[in-house]
């Protein structure tokens, strides 16, 4: 039987290798102790810093998604009150109309009425040109420009109003309106409710046409009117309890997303985060073991003359 021989270079050169291991070691525990982290770069270890970076790629994107909800439901809940106070002031006209077809009415009192009922109009214009954060939010893609023209007290030309939709994501793969269309509740294709669309009326149209027949004291018009402003106050309404609906679908994805982000955000820290009571055990017994190594290893160092001559 042979034996390799063993030399004493060879059992330095061994004994610095493993010293040198065993502060590589401690490095790394230091390091997790003032980051925090046990991964501090992918050659730590390369699939929990892939986990990682998917997770964080996860919680950017929830991240905009959750920005873009509370954008809708700000617009919505601007849209929604802005569609309230119009169905409040069309009820008011829809009041005055009922007190104005009474055949008792004197004709200096249905002038009263009209009077009235423009200073209502006025305030329909304004509510149509409702803005937020600097924008038209009842003209579709054209936000720069306000819908009502107050000069002809009725909507702007077609080429000046816009009826697109307004769409953000929520979610991956899922857009949602956030404006809602003016023709839905300023225009009336229908206003006699007999199926003919070919005398569509915007509101604004209906309510100068109750003016001028109750300046005319004219008794059949203004039931008709009565009719007329009827209809668009169901428009009104049809198209609030719209925006609530999706109000309240934003609002249960907002509740999703942010359960996932937790998730992301749970798992990122699972995968990412030292247990640090663990890593002062760790660093505590490799100083032990590396002290104990430094101890063994001046020992199997060769002595010098030096050392006889202490």
Known sequence: MTFARVTQNMLNNKMLHNLNKSL???ERYQEMLSTGRKVNRPSDDPVAAIRSMLYRINIAENKQFRENTDEAINWLTQSESSVSEGVNILTRVKELL????NDTNSEGEREKIADEIKKLRDQLGAVANTTYVGKYIFNGEKTSIPPYDEASQDLKPASDLSFAEIQLE?????????NVDASKIFINDDPNNDGDTSDSTTVFKALKD????????DDANIR???KVIQGHIENFLTEQASIGARVNRIELIQNRLDTQNYGNEKMLSDNEDADLAQVIMDLQNNENIHRAALAA???IIQPTLLDFLR
């Open 24 to 26: 590589v070691r401690m």
């Open 98 to 101: 009922t007190q104005a077809a």
């Open 170 to 178: 929520v979610s991956t793969g899922i857009k949602i309106p956030i």
């Open 210 to 217: 109750a003016i001028a027949h109750l300046e005319a004291n």
């Open 224 to 226: 008709n009117d009565l």
């Open 297 to 299: 290893g001046s020992r």
